[in-house]
């Protein structure tokens, strides 16, 4: 008999006792936006059950806070400098890289996408064998300079003509042209569709959803649930940056006027925490389908966002900076084998998620991926896979974040900040200029500069000094 079950299980194919992979990214999502995760002014149960039953890494990093290049981190596994992508306008994923979906697609999984797309080409060119809810650029109505306005009378400049595509790739006009308060259900509703399938392949599900990106629009049913009185300012509040940080003048920056004020921070961390509250319940409508048909247990299910936000925070609105706001995001995964309740403290990446589920699903991590697995971290065989986190925007901003030390620098104007993030959390006093830490200031230095030499960046491959 024991014969006979070897034979048979060796007869079953590849895939059969593979685990699925459902992989859910927000954007513009602060770190500090989970009820579990010290926030009680938002509701969020669905999240705060992966947080309670899964791994939530404490110090996950984007890297490039911005997102079309940091998607395209998360495609290809390698820095903005190796895929070709950092966000300086017109530049597409290198050809010569394996993609994500293209690898587990090569190992026997059915690859899905559903919600916005950003980078180059379409999902079902780029290794996904199908797309619903698919969300992108053009095929709206909205004529070019026209002002379109919405919460408050605000123009709006983010999504700006974007529509939802059908199977064949015509706009569906009737859900609507840029972002509306469904535009996130209906990304759920996509991904529900593939989830609904009864198929005997293991799946690699990626859902993107749109918010909380601006333009903020309230979801139906939370008009009062959030309001400025319930809010609470960030502890690092600012109304206007100190200086230029290279992004003063960005879109991000131009959603409020100068100076912030609390009032208008408050109305926007409103409606903010009612978009993520609403995405939640997506969450929540798809962990719900993989329970109802059993295949929850063998799921695993990673939840982050592509960058954060400033929000109020030091002045800033947008994304575009190396503060812990903005470049730390939420990072949990849930699945067999992973310790209920686990938080990990050691660094981790936006692109460490390609070799981190292929190592999980047991297949090889392509040979032009340079990220690294982090499953040797959750199997509890090593304390850490990055002695640091790096991070870097445009030509403007690098950073270096070395155990409890985060180093910035703005190459425009060779000004530094330097924070110490046990005593300073919130990063408000700028050590930089103290003579008792310039020795720690200037190795730092040498190891940020080191870092994005070796990695070709053009502007250190030329020797940049302080």
């Not at 959030?226 to 100190?242: D, Q, S, V």
């Not at 925490?273 to 939640?280: L, M, P, Q």
């Not at 070799?355 to 199997?379: H, N, Q, Y």
Request: a positive charge; hydrophobic letters at 35%.
């Amino acid at each position: 008999m024991r014969c006979l079950i070897a034979l048979w299980l060796l007869a079953l194919p590849l895939w059969a006792a593979k685990p699925n992979f459902l992989v859910i990214v927000t954007d513009d999502q602060r770190p500090d936006t989970i009820g579990a995760l010290g926030n009680p002014r938002i509701d969020t149960p669905h999240l705060d059950w992966l947080v309670n039953n899964g791994a939530t890494f404490e110090n996950f990093i984007c890297s490039n806070p911005l997102c079309v290049p940091s998607r395209a981190e998360i495609l290809t596994g390698c820095t903005g400098y190796r895929n070709g992508v950092r966000g300086l306008g017109g530049e597409r994923i290198n050809p010569k890289l394996t993609l994500w979906p293209a690898a587990m697609a090569a190992g026997g999984y059915r690859a899905w996408y559903s919600g916005k797309w950003m980078n180059d080409g379409q999902p079902t060119t780029r290794g996904y064998h199908e797309a619903r809810g698919l969300f992108s650029s053009g095929g709206g109505t909205w004529k070019k300079g026209e002002v379109i306005r919405g919460r408050k009378g605000r123009p709006i400049t983010g999504y700006r003509n974007w529509t939802f595509k059908n199977s064949k790739g015509k706009p569906d006009l009737q859900k609507g042209i840029g972002l509306t308060p469904l535009t996130d259900k209906y990304i759920a509703d996509g991904a529900l569709e593939f989830l609904k399938r009864n198929i005997k392949q293991p799946f690699f599900l990626h859902v993107n959803f749109t918010g909380p990106h601006d333009p903020l629009v309230v979801p139906p049913g939370y008009a009062k649930k959030y309001t400025r009185a319930t809010m609470k300012l960030p502890e690092n509040f600012k109304p206007e940056h100190p200086f230029d940080h290279g992004n003063l003048k960005g879109r991000d920056e131009a959603l409020l006027p100068w100076p912030r004020t609390k009032a208008d921070v408050l109305d926007e961390l409103a409606v903010y925490y009612a978009v993520v509250d609403h995405i939640d319940k997506q969450v929540g409508r798809m962990l719900a389908q993989l329970r109802a048909d059993g295949r929850l247990a063998n799921t695993f299910v990673i939840f982050t966002s592509d960058h954060g936000l400033a929000l109020g925070s030091h002045g800033l609105m947008g994304k575009q900076n190396m503060y812990d706001h903005t470049i730390r995001v939420p990072f949990i995964m849930v699945g067999p084998g992973i310790t209920k309740g686990q938080r990990v403290p050691a660094f981790g990446f936006l692109r460490d998620m390609f070799p981190t589920v292929c190592d999980l699903a047991g297949l090889p991590i392509p040979k032009t991926v340079e990220a690294k697995s982090l499953a040797p971290l959750l199997r509890g065989q090593r304390q850490n896979v990055h002695s640091a986190g790096y991070g870097y925007f445009q030509d403007v901003q690098r950073m270096i974040w070395m155990e409890n030390w985060k180093l910035i620098f703005y190459l425009k104007t060779g000004r530094h900040q330097l924070f110490n993030l046990t005593d300073d959390p919130h990063e408000l006093n700028d050590l930089s200029r103290s003579p008792v830490r310039r020795v720690r200031l200037q190795r730092m230095r040498r190891s940020l500069n080191q870092w994005f030499h070796d990695q070709g960046d053009e502007l250190f491959l030329r020797g940049f000094k302080d």
